[in-house]
């Protein structure tokens, strides 16, 4: 059995689509695999609570927040936050309730617009039910690390059904090779709408200062690394297919050294070369420990991409020093600060002791006149 969701309502908005304003409640729900997020208006749990009592025959676990008729939740902050907790607490109480008369029911899956099995991370319903990621998701952000879990799984699928597509390619396997590609551009075009949804959101949530400037620069880059990864893979994906779909695949006359210049540009020797041939083409030069394996990351690249990851790699290498130079920098600053203001301790320590002592000499003359008189 599936655990249940996690259900909050962290935030709410004040809509204005319609003649007069109202509040939605943001409902945030976090499955096992991914988190999207629900808006409601009070009038909605209203009807869901009268409608789960009537189909159950029971009232749920908790009661509903009640209505207040001498004020309103749109000019009211204090009753929005109130009941904002109430609805929170009606919600969770009946997720979490080992009676589950209530969520089995198709009135409580509707209301919170709960997947099936094949629905997608960024479908949308009806004007109250489900709310594209962009839309609210990812302006919160808990669930905003989420969605990017999401889109990190999503570009290790793609990852991964590039792999298999060149496998397919080695077989001669037209038909499995076509699937695994189109699956590779699904998980794609997947990962390029978290993307520009995530990129909404931090926009978001950097207008609304719920995070500080650190952390906003962090996913900031988290969002960078993730797009350069993206390109990385649309460039395989378009590049790398049609150099397999060739006559004979990778092996053909067309690039006889394709193994040589490969491992050249990894590191290693080529696979099922001597040692005399690995050392011929060995660069000059001082080689520490054993030539380093291929790993998943290169083994679907051919040479040009390699080479542009190692370069993205020595970039990224650069970066982390400058980074570091930096850190030097402001430790050998903090470092001068520190010793300019011990200076200026000591300075006025050795001035109260000339002070001190000069007091001594007063109240010791001060103490033989006394005794003279």
Not at 11 to 32: A, G, V
Not at 196 to 214: E, M, N, V
């Amino acid at each position: 059995m599936a655990p249940p969701a996690e259900i909050s309502i962290p935030s709410t908005i004040l809509s204005n689509t319609e003649s007069k304003p109202f509040t939605l409640y943001n409902i945030t729900l976090r499955l096992p695999l991914r988190s999207f997020v629900v808006q409601k208006r009070y009038s909605d749990f209203a009807t869901l609570h009268t409608a789960l009592a009537s189909q159950v025959g029971a009232p749920p676990p908790a009661p509903l927040p009640s209505k207040s008729w001498f004020s309103s939740t749109v000019s009211s902050a204090e009753l929005t936050e109130e009941r904002r907790r109430g609805l929170e607490t009606y919600l969770r109480a009946i997720a979490e309730s080992p009676d589950r008369r209530w969520r089995d029911t198709s009135l409580w899956r509707s209301f919170l617009s709960l997947p099936s099995s094949s629905s997608t991370a960024n479908s949308s319903v009806s004007a109250h039910g489900m709310v594209s990621t962009a839309a609210v998701g990812a302006a919160d952000p808990t669930t905003w690390l989420d969605l990017h879990r999401e889109m990190k799984a999503a570009l290790h699928g793609a990852h991964s059904w590039l792999g298999k597509r060149d496998g397919a390619h080695e077989k001669n396997d037209a038909k499995a090779a076509a699937e695994a590609g189109a699956q590779a551009k699904r998980e794609l075009v997947k990962v390029g709408t978290l993307c520009s949804s995530l990129s909404d959101g931090l926009r978001a949530i950097q207008d609304s200062h719920r995070l500080g400037d650190g952390e906003i620069r962090r996913r900031r880059d988290m969002l960078a690394s993730a797009r350069v990864e993206k390109e990385g893979l649309e460039k395989l994906s378009n590049q790398v297919s049609a150099a397999a779909g060739a006559p004979g695949g990778r092996n053909n006359g067309r690039d006889a050294s394709w193994g040589t210049e490969r491992s050249t540009l990894l590191g290693g020797s080529p696979s099922g070369s001597s040692s005399t041939t690995a050392t011929s083409w060995r660069t000059s030069g001082r080689v520490f420990g054993a030539p380093l394996p291929e790993t998943d990351r290169t083994r679907e690249l051919d040479n040009g991409q390699v080479l542009q990851v190692q370069k993205q790699v020595m970039n990224g290498q650069d970066q982390e020093i400058g980074m570091l130079a930096a850190a030097v920098r402001r430790q050998r600053e903090m470092g001068i600060a520190i010793k300019d203001e011990v200076d200026r301790q000591n300075e006025m320590l050795d001035h109260l002791n000339e002070d001190v002592d000069r007091v001594g000499s007063k109240l010791w003359v001060a103490r033989n006149r006394m005794k003279k008189l």
